[in-house]
C-alpha cells in the first residue's frame, strides 16, 4: 500500500538555526497538509496546500514557517528560525481529493531544540 | 472555526470488554468525520470515517456512530484485544474541506 514518507525521522538543532523537513506525499494525491504534535498533546493544524499555494493555515503557522513542493514529489516544510516551543513531532500528510476524503499520516518527524 | 472535544482522556479494559470515545464538535457544516490510532513513534492512522449522510457505520469489530443534529459522534470497539491498546483521535473536517481538526485523544489500556 503507498505510503506517506518522512525524512528525517529525527532532527536536533539549535535555537535560532534553520530546519527543512521533508515529506513524500503519495504519488496520486493532490492536497499536502503539515501537522504539529507536541509530547502528549493532540495533532494540531498547521497548513494545507494545493496546487502549489497554502489552501489554508492556522495561527500556528506564523511568519517563522514556509511550505514549498519543489519539484513533482517532495513537500517541505522550513522553520526559519527555530525557537524551543518548536520542538514537537511533525507530521506530513496528503489526500486525493479535497473533501471526504482519507488523510494519511507519515509516520513523523521529531523536532527537538536545544 | 471547528473545534472538537473528546471523552475520556483514558481508558481501561479488560479484553474481551467493549470500549467506547465520544467526539463533539462545534461547526454543524462539517460533514466528514475519521478516527484514527495512533501507536507509539508512528503517525495517525486512519481506522474508520463517517460522512454526514450517514448515521452509523461498521467495520469487523469497529463501529462509528454520528447524531448530526447533536454533533456527536462516538467510537465504538467490541471485543477488544491487547494490540488495540493505543492512543485514538476523533477529527472533523471544517466546511471548506481544508482542514482536519483533532480532538485531544484518548489512551486505551486493553489489559488480558
Known amino acids: 500500500e503507498p505510503e506517506v514518507t518522512q525524512t528525517p525521522s529525527h532532527q536536533v538543532t539549535q535555537m535560532g538555526q534553520e530546519v527543512i523537513l521533508r515529506c513524500v506525499p503519495i504519488?496520486?494525491?493532490?492536497?499536502f497538509y503539515w501537522y504539529r504534535q507536541i509530547l502528549g498533546q493532540k495533532v494540531e493544524f498547521l497548513v494545507s496546500?494545493?496546487?502549489?499555494?497554502?489552501?489554508?493555515k492556522s495561527e500556528i503557522f506564523d511568519d517563522q514557517f514556509s511550505v514549498e513542493r519543489p519539484d513533482g514529489s517532495n513537500f517541505t516544510l522550513k522553520i526559519r528560525s527555530t525557537k524551543l516551543e518548536d520542538s514537537a513531532m511533525y507530521f506530513c500528510?496528503?489526500?486525493?481529493?479535497?473533501?471526504?476524503?482519507?488523510?494519511?499520516f507519515g509516520n513523523g518527524t521529531r523536532l527537538t531544540v536545544t | 472555526g471547528e473545534n472538537v472535544e473528546q471523552h475520556p482522556s483514558t481508558l481501561s479494559v479488560q479484553e474481551g470488554d467493549s470500549a467506547v470515545i465520544k467526539c463533539t464538535y462545534s461547526?454543524?457544516?462539517?460533514?466528514?468525520f475519521p478516527w484514527y490510532k495512533q501507536e507509539l513513534g508512528k503517525g495517525p492512522q486512519l481506522i474508520i470515517d463517517?460522512?454526514?449522510?450517514?448515521g452509523e457505520k461498521k467495520d469487523q469489530r469497529i463501529a462509528v456512530t454520528l447524531n448530526k443534529t447533536a454533533k456527536h459522534f462516538s467510537l465504538h470497539i467490541t471485543e477488544t484485544q491487547p494490540e488495540d491498546s493505543a492512543v485514538y483521535f476523533c477529527?472533523?473536517?471544517?466546511?471548506?474541506?481544508?482542514?482536519?481538526?483533532f480532538g485531544k485523544g484518548t489512551t486505551l489500556s486493553v489489559s488480558s
Open positions: 500528510a496528503s489526500k486525493f481529493l479535497q473533501s471526504n476524503s482519507p488523510l494519511h
Open positions: 504519488s496520486n494525491h493532490l492536497y
Open positions: 496546500f494545493y496546487n502549489n499555494e497554502i489552501s489554508e
Open positions: 461547526d454543524s457544516a462539517s460533514n466528514y
Open positions: 463517517i460522512r454526514s449522510n450517514v
Open positions: 477529527a472533523a473536517a471544517n466546511q471548506a474541506g481544508t482542514a482536519l481538526i
